[in-house]
Every structure is written in C-alpha cells, then in structure tokens.
C-alpha cells in the first residue's frame, strides 16, 4: 500500500519557469490537501479539496492552482515561479469521519523545492 | 477562525527527562485534536489522536488528553529518548481543513 505519493522529491526552477507538482493517494480518500512549510516554520495551507471536481482555498493561495479530476489526484501547478516559492511541499489525504467530520491526515514525503 | 497555538521551541531536555510540550487551540464547534511528529527529511506522521472531550491518546509512550474546558491537549511523556528528537505539531480538524501549530523542535542530549 503506497499511501500518499509525491513526485518529484528534489525540483531547481528559474524564476518565471513553471511546474506541476504531482500527488497521488491509493487509499481513495476524498479529502487532500497541499501544504507548504518554510525553513523553520509550521504548514501552511495552500487548497485542499473535498472531492473530485471540488477544490478551495486555503490561507496561502497565491501563486498556486490546483485540479481535481479524480479522488486519487491533486496535482499543484506553479505557473511563474518566484524566489518566494522556495519550500517544502507536502500533500497529504484524509477521510471523512462517521460524525462527517475529517480524520487524521496521511503526508507524503514531500517536494523541495529551490526557485533561483 | 479556528487555530492551534503550542509552545516555541526549541526544547532541549537530557535522556530520561519528563517532556510537556503545550498546545490551545481555538474552535467554534467540536473539533479532533492531534499531535504529529516530523523526524529530520520526512513528511509528518500521525503520533495520536483524540476525537471528543477527555478522551486520552497514547502511543510510543507519548499521551494528551482533550480538555474541553481549559481547550488544552498537552502533549506528555514520562522518559524521552535520543530517537525522539524531531519536530512536534498540534493541529485540530475544522471544517473540511486540518489546522497545524507551528511545531516545537525537540532535541534530546544522551
């Protein structure tokens, strides 16, 4: 059982270059987030989703987009990276709970990544 | 809106010490409450978990128990260890969001 898979674990981008982050869970959970944490700091938010064809914001989304199109993925685009990128990208999923709320979250391994 | 607050790191305690590391939160409703831990170049994994108002998580040795009235989940153990050196984040559910402190770093001495 893979769990939650993200490719690549290592990216160097040029400023303006773009990329796609990619995040696939095998345990058809139907919440998945994307989070960022920076050097030294907690995680913050980026979008998650509820469902496939369902996406929203988190409490960074600047810079970012984000597709649905099934439950096992949830790729993050960058469209113009900027230096302001540079972090760590971790997806992670979860499943909703028998009172409708969500459970505990299951991470990836995470994305470095370095925009020079 | 709904949020996590722990205590800053870094912590550094000696083998065998006893480790608290604080953690509020705020929420309207009756979230889940959780600590996850982060060793060095991995993701985050759940360490436990607490679903209602006193209930006890526990694992490795580690516990919280969920206090509705101080909005409190602590985390406790009794006899750290050099293998638990790494990051520690609380986080609630809310809503369809997960919400995470900003982590206490923990470095343990031999």
């Known amino acids: 059982n893979a769990g939650v898979t993200q490719t690549p674990k290592f990216r160097i981008l040029k400023i303006g270059q773009s990329m796609t982050l990619q995040c696939a869970q095998d345990?058809?959970?139907?919440?998945m987030y994307w989070y960022r944490q920076d050097p030294g700091m907690g995680l913050k938010l980026i979008y998650y989703s509820v469902g496939a064809g369902i996406t929203d914001k988190g409490e960074v989304p600047n810079g970012y987009n984000v597709s649905r199109s099934t439950t096992e993925d949830f790729p993050l685009r960058l469209e113009l990276a900027a230096p302001s990128q540079t972090s760590v990208y971790f997806c992670?999923?979860?499943?909703?709970?028998?009172?409708?709320?969500?459970?505990?979250?299951?991470f990836g391994q995470g994305t470095r990544l370095t925009v020079v | 809106g709904d949020s996590v607050t722990q205590m800053e790191g870094p912590v550094t305690l000696s083998e065998e010490a006893f480790l608290t590391i604080n953690c509020t939160y705020t929420a309207t409703g009756y979230p889940s409450l959780f600590w996850y831990v982060q060793y060095p170049g991995e993701g985050l994994q759940l360490l436990l978990k607490?679903?209602?108002?006193?209930d006890k998580g526990s694992n490795k040795g580690f516990e919280a128990t969920y206090r509705k009235e101080t909005t409190s989940f602590h985390l406790e153990k009794g006899s750290v260890q050099v293998s638990d050196s790494a990051v520690y984040f609380c986080?609630?559910?809310?809503?369809?969001?997960?919400?995470f402190g900003s982590g206490t770093r923990l470095s343990i001495r031999p």
């Open positions: 986080a609630l559910t809310s809503a369809s969001k997960i919400i």
């Open positions: 992670a999923s979860s499943y909703e709970g028998s009172l409708g709320a969500n459970t505990e979250a299951f």
């Open positions: 607490a679903t209602k108002a006193d």
């Open positions: 345990m058809n959970h139907n919440y």
